[in-house]
């Protein structure tokens, strides 16, 4: 096998796991949507509120560790013109409020 076949088998592969992953998760929400829709319409009063602490309770830590992430990769980490721009913004503050001053 070449490299090429051996890329495109690689290729396929992945895209066959997204697709197997995916409708996995289709599968999971409409599950999970129909569990909620049924304790919602048989009005269960301590459905809504349990559902939403255990939904709280795992993705607070997914958006933190994601989060984490990014500023780890320097997603936030502002451009050069944007840096100029602030200094800018902050050598005119400092001009107004001289001026203010006198």
Do not use: C, H, W
Request: charge should be neutral.
């Amino acid at each position: 096998m070449t490299n090429e076949a051996k890329l495109y088998n690689e290729v396929e592969a992945m895209q066959a796991k997204k697709i197997k992953a995916g409708q996995l998760i289709a599968i999971g929400v409409i599950v999970l949507y129909t569990v909620i829709g049924t304790l919602i319409l048989m009005q269960s009063a301590n459905a809504l509120p349990i559902i939403m602490g255990v939904v709280v309770l795992l993705f607070a830590p997914v958006t933190a560790i994601f989060y984490i992430r990014d500023v780890k990769r320097g997603v936030f980490k502002p451009t050069p013109e944007e840096e100029a721009e602030y200094e800018e913004m902050l050598r005119q503050n400092a001009e107004e409020k001289a001026a203010q001053q006198k």
